[in-house]
């Protein structure tokens, strides 16, 4: 398949393009705007290009769409901007599918569209009425992904699938971004102290192996038109993982209420119930613990 990548600088998607380069089954033609980036991915012998390009530079099999801010300080930083770059670089995609119907469009999602706000769970199968600009829900991170989903619910007739990432941890992952997983990993390496707030949260961390298994699936199918979630094994809450990481990897930490710590989260419970994906053929092969562990052990043998 001739596949394009939108989004290629994101980090998930350097980590699945490499998964999909080690394959060697599929052409990629990976689509960013740093100049940077495009220049050393062809140096090393990727095919790289402008967003300008998007439609010279096909047909396309498919289109896989990575662009969006995953980091909760890039998103605080971004605001209501986000409403706009998001439609843009989807309308590219949906522009594509206009003039060529067959092609397989694969969206990346977030789990917060179900934000309470918002009246959704992740028990539920399809998308509510588009959510405007106008709601008193400030949460434009989440208000663009629905605002996406929405859209491309009304265009059933083309294959366009939204794959719901929830947490996502990778030993590639930039280690200053606002998560507690980094965190961690950050106290882990440096050895120092992890200060953490008493409250207990679950989590549902994917690794790159059971998400590019996940793509895989869908790229073979012959239609769809879906929300899917993405999840593993079993999620995992706050307390069990820093204990499992104090008894794997000598982490220390400790609680302190009202602490200062940036890495909060308001969703006590962020991950999903909604296992449409097993329909599909999907089965994790990792739990978010062996999963975390994989990648972090990974990260150290590489940084050894």
Not at 44 to 67: E, L, R, S, T, W
């Amino acid at each position: 398949m001739r596949i394009a990548i939108l989004g290629a600088t994101s980090e998930i998607a350097r980590d699945l393009t490499n998964l999909f380069i080690a394959q060697q089954r599929h052409n990629l033609l990976l689509f960013a705007r740093d100049e940077k980036f495009i220049n050393i991915s062809t140096k090393q012998g990727q095919i790289a290009y402008f967003y300008k390009d998007f439609f010279v530079k096909g047909p396309f099999d498919a289109i896989i769409n990575f662009i969006g801010a995953g980091d909760p300080h890039k998103v605080r930083t971004i605001g209501k901007d986000i409403l706009s770059i998001t439609s843009t670089f989807d309308d590219l995609a949906l522009g594509y599918l206009a003039l060529n119907p067959k092609c397989k469009y694969i969206n990346f999602s977030s789990g917060a569209i179900y934000s309470p706000v918002l009246g959704l769970s992740s028990t539920q199968k399809s998308m509510p009425l588009n959510i405007t600009s106008d709601s008193k829900f400030t949460d434009w991170y989440a208000i663009s992904k629905l605002d996406a989903e929405t859209k491309h619910r009304q265009n059933s007739n083309f294959f366009i699938v939204d794959i719901r990432i929830f947490n996502y941890f990778s030993h590639t992952q930039n280690l200053n971004s606002s998560f507690l997983i980094t965190e961690i990993l950050r106290s882990i390496r440096d050895n120092k102290i992890l200060i953490a707030s008493p409250e207990n949260i679950h989590r549902d961390y994917l690794n790159q192996a059971d998400l590019f298994q996940l793509l895989e699936i869908i790229l073979e199918h012959s239609h769809l038109n879906q929300g899917i979630d993405a999840y593993s094994q079993a999620p995992i809450s706050k307390t069990v993982l820093l204990s499992e990481m104090a008894a794997r990897y000598g982490l220390k930490y400790k609680y302190l209420p009202h602490s200062n710590n940036p890495i909060l989260h308001y969703k006590t419970i962020y991950h999903s119930t909604n296992k449409l994906a097993n329909k599909l053929g999907y089965e994790p092969n990792y739990s978010s613990l062996t999963g975390v562990c994989k990648e972090i052990d990974d990260y150290l043998l590489i940084n050894s």
